[in-house]
């Protein structure tokens, strides 16, 4: 079965400074990965997917993330952190096995501190 | 394009009602999915339809959950006895068809907010 953890309940870090949110996955097939972002009472926004090609993957609001297929991991990074980033952040795989599920790790909160 | 759009947005039921949310995918998406989102079990997929016809139903926890997508803008989700177990956050999403070797994201509606008394 195929699962994504995301091995950080919350992330601090300090406007200015870079930040990472971390994920990894397992998948049965070759890996079709995504990144959403949720802020307070609101739906999941789409930032980033990573579907093959190059490894590192630029999205929306100056995020990107970087695939790994060795340590079976695909961060999001972003250079400089916002206090506007501050949410609720969920990595996503597919299995690219012909299910059309997408399975959600549990979420990491990411504060940003001014 | 509105985006996906949820009804209602919050519904404060009593325990043995009956429970409508509806959802309206975006126009031209072959995919709608609805979630259900809470604290201790995080983001749930319950059941997905492809172009109306539901493809895979084995999120849905129990008998009482049933869903239906009459046609290709709007769906259904109903709970019938409603229990407080079942308050959440409940969401619909929808996406593009998908090509081959591809898979496309999907759009989240803001949520309908369930309370069960």
């Known amino acids: 079965a195929q699962s994504v953890a995301q091995p950080e309940d919350q992330v601090n870090v300090a406007e200015g400074n870079p930040l990472t949110v971390k994920c990894t996955y397992s998948?049965?097939?070759?890996?079709?990965l995504f990144w959403y972002v949720q802020y307070p009472n609101r739906g999941l926004q789409f930032l980033l997917k990573y579907i093959t090609g190059d490894n590192l993957v630029k999205g929306s609001y100056g995020f990107e993330a970087e695939f790994n297929k060795s340590q079976t991991s695909f961060h999001l990074k972003k250079p400089s952190a916002l206090v506007s980033d501050s949410a609720l952040y969920f990595c996503a795989a597919y299995s690219g096995a012909g299910s059309y599920q997408l399975t959600f790790g549990k979420g990491t909160k990411l504060s940003v501190i001014p | 394009d509105a985006g996906v759009i949820q009804s209602p947005r919050h519904e404060v039921t009593e325990m043995g009602q009956e429970v409508t949310l509806r959802c309206k995918p975006i126009?031209?998406?072959?995919?709608l999915f609805w979630y259900r989102q809470t604290m201790m079990r995080g983001l749930e997929l319950l059941i997905y339809f492809n172009n109306n016809v539901p493809i895979d139903d084995s999120g849905m926890p129990e008998d009482r959950f049933s869903a239906k997508m009459p046609n290709a803008s709007f769906s259904t989700l109903k709970i019938q006895p409603s229990e407080p177990r079942d308050s959440a956050v409940y969401f619909c999403?929808?996406?593009?068809?998908?090509?081959?070797?591809?898979?496309?994201?999907?759009?989240f509606g803001p949520g309908t907010r369930l309370t069960v008394l």
């Open positions: 126009s031209g998406h072959d995919y």
């Open positions: 999403a929808s996406s593009p068809l998908r090509l081959s070797s591809s898979y496309n994201e999907q759009f």
């Open positions: 998948v049965s097939g070759n890996p079709y």
